[in-house]
């Protein structure tokens, strides 16, 4: 399970050593783009925000040794407690003068990754007026260079070529695309008028590190394979410990195959599948972007290859041992309307449908050449990279068991919980 | 030798009286039943006990008595845990290791003498039914309500007849003897105190049934849990609020409203006639011509037209096809205006839009519990305010022709009965992962979902009664077996769970009567009373909605919550009411259909038209 390349020490070399402001520094990405700046020996203020009785600090430390971070390299890193919808970032004075005076480069990862309409107030909070106040704090210092990072998706309602550029959008699939494409315009005016480089990075669906499978987000890809095998779970349980009961009422029984039958259909559609990209090749391309292009510019993180959803159930069903699972034509559903299983994944289907099968083809000409300089491959998405990540997902018990790896005594606390503190006021 | 931890539990009695109604088919605690005085029953006893721990009272004969007619047989254990989460069993054990010790270290029990004024009382009375003890004063002498000091009465008297309040308000007027009329004192604004006298009506029970002029002639001891079982049993129903107040102190006091207003009405919409004791000690009847006018209504603080012997209640028809069930809602707004929709279109008969913190503190039988079903239902699947309404075949019906997702009686069973399972973390991380433009509740609540449901929440009453201490489970277990325990309508017909809103801490509600085509106005008072209690650090929450008189008007609750033996948290209060009181004084005066529970208070007789429209 544990990877070699788990453990980050200083092991770079400490050219052009520059600070570093990284947002989103307790997501996914923030977090290993911090990790690696800080590898390279470059000094990073983290901007993260406290949760559930956790201080920023706390969830930052817990992070550090998620990533195994030694001591001395802990030391180049320094978490400011801040807010991304809050003025001036919420910052502490200090703080603000810190990244005023000492920040050479920002990289912005916070972003509220929603796609549901219903939290549209929120996602434009983070998203645009977040960036804005990013924006507002930097303009005075000293920063000259700004990373983006955006998403593929910003292409929005479109087939075809995407391309590698800013370009006109009239539409998008949720709230989510259509603030991150507007984070790059209000980017690309702010950058443009203070003579300030800027780096767009749009990957498209990122999932845990190829060789390891190590991830710490749990959702895109991975949230229906979790839901099929919370069912599995369940419905194991259910057939050995009472006799099936519940697993009869919906169909579910244990095949001669000796594979769990979950009777879940999936409506297929022609497309060509999804675009995933591991976070090792996300940061290996960012850091070579980063080296190779002083000037800047847009650039499409992404998979020349897609995955067909179709192959994607055959890994499903190879790892999971589970039967029943399969590709569906629209009109079978006509016939034998969905259950409630089917039901569930309906909704997930709607809510990623557009990146599930997509028909869209990012190009990526710049960035391809900067990373074939530079021997950075995106692999594929092969069964055997599916059960490495898969295997640590089950393993982590799907981001629940994150922490209690290598004692580090913070069982069950997850840095995603969105938990809340029970006497709040509601109506109005 | 008393233990702190068991003296800030009896401090802790919410005084809410439900330890003196049968409300789990468990039986009442003896003592209570025979002795009647407030004493007797677990609530008394928690006071006695903090009492004696902080040297208020003596250890006198009535003390000594008090303490032995305790059998240790548990009720109070099962009771108050079902709404408080306390265990008074251990405060009533205390109280016999007190005593024995007492007594074991040669020590003397006190006689308390008895005066002339006590004498005459007990002239009236009988000699068992007054008293001057301290340690029965002691239970009569303060609730939690934060506003107000405990006072010691010098007399409490339990009468038994008519004739006999009568005969106690002469009395006390030829000895210049204040007095005040006690129901079961679940009030809790400190309204059932007197330096004097305490006339506490526990033994007037008598309930009499005339169904052919659909009329229930009550007693004023008679509490509504018991008079809603009497009617029951002959097919009726009453319009009743809270389980254990007195319902002729309920209607006197606050106009009793419910959820049921929607259908019943409030004030004198409850009943036909109330029969009275004025204070010259004379009976009348309210719909004598000569009668005062009770029936009017004043805007400032006015004293109740005396004490009432007897109310004429209303019976109302029950059909066989009733049910209940709940309309889920994403916001506030959605959910008030399709509660306005149906009081207007005469859809349903007890409607009421509640919150996450009621529909979870309701629901579960721990506070830990209800903390994670709250995040379940209005975090994880977006369930954010419910429209709970009860109706027959017909409206459930046209609900279901109006609404796609209907939580309805099956369904609800399913959740309580698999409740701490809605609320187990994994489950909870899958649901909070349902990304989309439609709230995961939509999704979850459909009927195909139901198998998928019944798997995940394994609804039984084992699995409900999983979250109780251990030694509760068998208990919960058989409790939960009961269909009644799981059926909306008889909850809400008798109420047993809306105690359970205090479970943290002591309420401190705000009634306001609205207008239903006003959510604006219903929001603003739910924002600015939710932002002077934060401005103060006080917990505050939502309650409930309910539309009234075909959706014109409704009556909302807002409560505060405070732990009441908590100075602080008094001087908060305090504070507080230093802007809420202005805020609502003003609202009430300039905004048509606003009106502050505050000037209902002792005009419950009043019609409802005489304040809601004026
Ligand atoms: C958890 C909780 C929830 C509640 N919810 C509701 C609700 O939904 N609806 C509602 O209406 N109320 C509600 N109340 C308030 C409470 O039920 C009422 O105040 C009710 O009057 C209490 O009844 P009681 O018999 O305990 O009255 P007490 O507290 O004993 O007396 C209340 C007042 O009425 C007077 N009084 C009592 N008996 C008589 C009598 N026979 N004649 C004349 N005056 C009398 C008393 O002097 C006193 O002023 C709630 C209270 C609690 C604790
Ligand atoms: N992961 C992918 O597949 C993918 C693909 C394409 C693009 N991206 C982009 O990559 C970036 C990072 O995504 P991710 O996958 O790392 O998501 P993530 O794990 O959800 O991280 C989001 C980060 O943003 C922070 N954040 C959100 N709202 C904030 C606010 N109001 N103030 C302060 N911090 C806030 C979060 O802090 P908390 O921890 O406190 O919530 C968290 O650190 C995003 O811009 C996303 O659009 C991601």
């Known amino acids: 399970m544990e990877s070699q390349a788990r453990s980050v020490r200083i092991t770079y070399p400490i050219n052009h050593q520059k600070t570093f402001l990284v947002t989103g520094g307790t997501g996914f990405l923030g977090s290993h783009l911090a990790v690696r700046l800080l590898a390279y020996g470059h000094r990073v203020f983290l901007l993260a925000r406290g949760r559930k009785g956790d201080s920023a600090v706390a969830r930052v430390r817990r992070l550090l040794d998620w990533f ?22 919420g910052l502490n004075e200090g703080d603000v003068q810190a990244v005023i005076g000492r920040v050479d480069e920002i990289v912005h990862c916070a972003s509220d990754t929603s ?78 008028q203070n003579g300030i480089v800027l780096y767009v990075h749009r990957p498209s669906i990122v999932y845990g590190d190829a060789n390891s499978g190590r991830t710490l987000l749990f959702n895109a890809l991975y949230y229906p394979i979790r839901t099929l095998n919370y069912f599995q779970r369940l419905y194991t349980r259910d057939i050995q410990e009472n006799n099936g009961e519940k697993a009869q009422g919906m169909g579910v029984h244990m095949a001669s195959d000796g594979t769990l039958y979950l009777p879940v259909r999936i409506e297929s559609l022609d497309a060509s599948g999804v675009n995933l990209v591991p976070v090792n090749h996300f940061v290996a391309a960012f850091m070579a972007i980063r080296k190779e292009k002083p000037e800047g510019g847009v650039f499409h993180i992404v998979n020349s290859r897609n995955t067909a959803i179709r192959q994607l159930v055959v890994y499903i069903r190879r790892f999971f041992q589970l039967s029943g699972i399969r590709i569906a034509e629209p009109d079978e559903f006509i016939k034998q309307p969905k259950n ?36 950075v491959v995106c692999p594929d998405f092969s069964y055997e990279t599916f059960a490495t990540c898969m295997r640590y997902a089950v393993d982590m018990d799907w981001g629940r068991r994150l922490y209690q790896e290598g004692d580090t005594g913070c069982a069950k606390k997850s840095l995603m919980d969105t938990k809340r503190s029970p006497h709040r006021k509601s109506a109005g | 030798m008393f233990s702190e931890q068991t003296r800030q539990m009896a401090a802790q009695c919410r005084h809410y009286a439900m330890c003196k109604i049968d409300y789990l088919g468990t039986g009442i605690c003896a003592s ?35 303490v032995d007619s305790c059998d240790l047989c548990g009720i109070c254990d099962k009771q108050c845990h079902f709404v408080t989460g306390m265990r008074p069993l251990e405060v009533m054990k205390g109280l016999k290791q007190h005593l024995k010790e007492w007594i074991d270290q040669g020590n003397d029990i006190i006689p308390v003498e008895s005066d002339p004024e006590l004498d005459a009382l007990r002239e009236i009375v009988g000699w068992r039914w007054a008293t001057n003890d301290p ?174 012997i007897r109310a004429h209640v209303r019976l109302h028809p029950v059909t066989g096809d009733e049910e ?180 943290r801490k002591h309420m401190f509600a705000f009634l306001v009567y609205v207008p239903m085509d006003r959510v604006d106005v219903i929001e603003q008072i739910c924002t600015a009373l939710g932002r002077i209690a934060d401005d103060y650090g006080i917990d505050n929450d939502y309650g409930f909605l309910t539309p009234l008189d075909m959706g014109k008007r409704g009556i909302l609750e807002y409560d505060y919550y405070i732990d009441h033996q908590d100075p602080a948290e008094k001087e908060k209060i305090r504070k507080a009411a230093v802007v809420f009181e202005p805020f609502l004084d003003n609202l009430s005066a300039t905004t048509k259909g606003v009106k502050w529970l505050k000037y209902i208070f002792s005009q419950g007789c009043a019609r409802k038209e005489a304040f809601l429209y004026t």
Request: net charge negative.
């Open chain 1, 68 to 89: 195994d971070v030694d001591d001395g390299t802990r030391s180049m890193l320094e978490v400011l407690e801040g807010e991304m919808a809050q003025p001036l970032l």
């Open chain 2, 135 to 308: 340690a029965v004063l002691v239970t009569y002498a303060n609730d939690p309500f934060p506003l107000a000091e405990m006072r010691m009465p010098r007399y409490v008297a339990l009468p038994g007849t008519r004739d006999e309040v009568a005969a106690l308000v002469r009395f006390a007027n030829a000895r210049g003897i204040p007095y005040v009329v006690r129901g079961n004192g679940g009030s809790v604004f400190g309204f059932v105190f007197s330096d004097g006298l305490v006339m506490d009506m526990h033994r007037m029970k008598g309930i009499e049934i005339d169904a052919e002029n659909w009329v229930v002639l009550v007693e004023p001891g008679v509490t509504s849990f018991e008079l809603q079982q009497a009617v029951v049993k002959r097919g009726f129903r009453v319009n009743t609020a809270e389980p254990a107040a007195t319902v002729c102190g309920n209607i006197v006091c606050t106009g009793l409203f419910s959820t049921w207003a929607n259908a019943y009405g409030v004030n004198a919409d409850s009943f036909v006639d109330m029969e009275f004791v004025d204070n010259k000690g004379d009976i009348f009847r309210l719909n004598a011509p000569a009668a005062p006018n009770a029936f009017c209504f004043e805007h400032k603080l006015t004293p109740a037209p005396g004490i009432c």
């Open chain 2, 324 to 503: 209940g069930w709940f309309v889920p809602f994403a916001s506030f707004e959605e959910a008030a205006a399709f509660a306005r929709e149906m009081s207007q279109r005469r859809i349903g008969l007890a409607i009421g839009v509640l919150g996450g913190h009621y529909l979870s503190t309701f629901m579960s039988p721990s506070a830990a519990l209800a903390d994670n079903v709250r995040f379940s239902l209005t975090e994880a699947i977006g369930l954010d305010y419910v429209v709970f309404m009860i109706g027959d075949r017909f409206a459930r019906e046209a609900v279901n022709a109006m609404q796609e997702v209907v939580i309805d009686q099956d369904l609800f069973r399913m959740f309580m009965l698999g409740l701490p399972r809605l609320a187990d973390d994994e489950w909870l991380d899958l649901v909070s992962g349902m990304d989309g433009d439609r709230p995961p509740y939509e999704i979850l609540l459909q009927r195909e979902m139901r198998p998928v449901l019944d798997a995940v929440l394994q609804p039984s009453p084992e699995t409900a009664a999983r979250q109780v201490d251990e030694d509760l489970r068998e208990f919960y277990t058989k409790l939960y077996a009961r269909p009644e325990m799981t059926d909306m309508v008889w909850l809400n017909m008798f109420r047993i769970l809306s105690a359970r809103m205090s479970r």
């Open chain 1, 115 to 192: 796609f549901s309409a219903r939290k549209r107030d929120h996602v434009v909070r983070t998203n645009i007026e977040g960036l804005q106040n990013l924006l507002e704090v930097v303009q005075e210092g000293r920063c000259r260079a700004f990373h983006l990072i955006s998403t593929a998706y910003v292409a929005g309602m479109v087939s075809g070529v995407c391309r590698e550029a800013f370009g006109d959008v009239e539409a998008f699939h949720n709230i989510y695309e259509e603030t991150k494409f507007r984070a790059e315009r209000i980017a690309a005016d702010h950058c443009d």
């Open chain 1, 340 to 375: 409630g299983l089917e039901l569930l994944f309906e909704n997930h289907i709607q809510v990623y449908g557009s990146y599930m099968r997509d028909s869209r083809v990012f190009e990526n000409s710049r960035t391809a050449a900067i990373l074939a300089g530079q021997d």
């Open chain 2, 32 to 66: 209570g039943m025979e002795n009647h005085y407030v004493s007797h029953f677990p609530q008394g006893r928690m006071d006695i006990y903090d009492a004696l721990a902080r040297e208020l009272i003596p250890i006198t004969r009535g003390l000594a008595e008090i």
